[in-house]
């Protein structure tokens, strides 16, 4: 399977070739406070099936071994990796993509971790855009 996909401003760009081995919803403390998200969706592949295709991701190296990659230009992030703990494996972020809902995720992950209040998240009420104004 071939997916594409890239950051918020266009000036990076990647191209997968290979089969996800999983793909997962993060609820740890560090994808939060880097992505300023309540959770994050990564999917998880070989390091040899992505390639960049445009652009060059800058590096931030999240904790002693975890590093992220992102768009020095408008900021999003793409990638992570950690060589100790999943080596020769690359997370890419799954909203990234071109067609996001191509790999769905299978799992919540570091739960531990998670807000209180997501647990419930999905009894709220839901709109097609923005709520009716007060």
Request: charged share 20%; net charge neutral.
């Amino acid at each position: 399977m071939t997916i594409t996909g890239g950051c918020h401003c266009g000036s990076i760009r990647y191209q997968v070739d290979g089969e996800a081995r999983t793909a997962a919803l993060c609820h740890c403390s560090d994808c939060r406070r880097h992505s300023g998200a309540p959770m994050v969706a990564w999917t998880m592949y070989l390091q040899s099936s992505v390639k960049i295709a445009k652009g060059e991701p800058k590096i931030y190296e999240s904790s002693a071994s975890g590093r992220r990659h992102f768009c020095a230009d408008c900021g999003k992030g793409l990638f992570y990796t950690n060589e100790t703990l999943l080596p020769g494996i690359i997370d890419i972020q799954s909203a990234t993509y071109d067609e996001p809902a191509a790999i769905p995720p299978r799992a919540h992950i570091q739960i531990a971790d998670r807000i209180s209040w997501m647990e419930n998240a999905h009894e709220l009420p839901a709109f097609e855009r923005f709520p009716p104004m007060k």
